[in-house]
């Protein structure tokens, strides 16, 4: 069955780098787009950023140059490096399979989360 379970997140100072993996099984990762989301406390959930099916990469305007998603095909693994993280980073990460685009999001399996948590 389509599993996607996060992992790396925790506790990291304002200004420093935090990298989340999003393991995924169950589907041919070549064909599928893998996003990453987030909720903070008290807020819905949004969009942060895409790797798409055809190569691309889309990121929402708040994380724009401090994140990068990347894939590992050979280990099934997706990616989300960040840095120069700030306080309102803070949130459950998400990452999720479907299909997405310039600022549109289309997924239908979603993993648990992980916790990432900016803070001195």
């Known amino acids: 069955q389509v599993q996607l379970v996060e992992s790396g997140g925790g506790l990291v100072q304002p200004g420093g780098s935090l990298r989340l993996s999003c393991a995924t099984s169950?589907?041919?990762?070549?064909?599928?787009?893998i996003a990453w989301f987030r909720q903070a406390p008290g807020k819905e959930r949004e969009g942060v950023g895409c790797s798409s099916s055809d190569g691309n990469t889309y990121y929402e305007d708040s994380v724009k140059g401090r994140f990068t998603i990347s894939r590992d095909k050979a280990k099934n693994m997706v990616y989300l490096q960040m840095i120069s993280l700030k306080p309102e980073d803070k949130a459950v990460y998400y990452c999720?399979?479907?299909?997405?685009?310039?600022?549109?999001?289309?997924?239908?399996?979603w993993g648990k989360g992980t916790l990432v948590t900016v803070s001195s």
């Open positions: 999720a399979r479907g299909v997405c685009g310039e600022k549109r999001y289309g997924m239908n399996y």
């Open positions: 169950g589907f041919t990762l070549d064909y599928y787009a």
